[in-house]
């Protein structure tokens, strides 16, 4: 009976130890959580909503920006005595250039902002919102 009782004792710490084991080796799987969180707040279907709105108004952003401004054709229509004329196209062509640097860049903060909703939307999927589950997963996948 000694060695009955002896036995089951190994045997619970045993199980014990390599649960605790497998539960530490698990850790990466809530990798995601330690990072930064933005939307971490909004409802799941507040969230699925502003996706379906930034994929749109990201591909409008896109589609204005897709041709990056040319004004090769403006300073060379100008004679090559007129310098004063060339100048002047070449600032108008740089001020064109530098609006559609700044439409580029917010078309490319949409583009961040819409795959910190998707990242979101990711941890959601895969339940890690929610700790019981992640412990159950860390704890019992082998």
């Known amino acids: 009976m000694v060695k009955l009782v002896l ?3 190994v045997l619970v710490a045993a199980a014990g130890g390599g649960l605790y084991w497998n539960y530490n080796r698990n850790a990466g799987m809530e ?9 971490a707040n909004l409802s799941t279907p507040d969230l699925v909503k502003l996706i379906a709105a930034y994929e749109a108004e ?3 952003a896109k589609a204005r920006v897709a041709a990056a401004p040319g ?12 310098v004063g004329g060339k100048a002047e196209a070449f600032a108008a062509f740089q001020r064109q250039n530098e609006a559609w640097k700044a439409q580029r860049g ?3 903060e949409h583009q961040v902002e819409l795959e910190q909703l998707k990242f ?6 895969r339940h890690l919102d929610d700790p019981t589950e992640v412990f159950k997963r860390r704890l019992l996948t082998f």
């Open 7 to 9: 036995l089951f004792v």
């Open 31 to 39: 990798a995601d959580l330690h990072k930064p969180r933005p939307f």
């Open 120 to 125: 979101e939307k990711t941890i959601r999927d």
């Open 71 to 82: 004004g090769e054709d403006a300073i060379d229509r100008k004679g090559e005595s007129d």
């Open 58 to 60: 990201t591909k409008r």
């Open 106 to 108: 917010a078309a490319m």
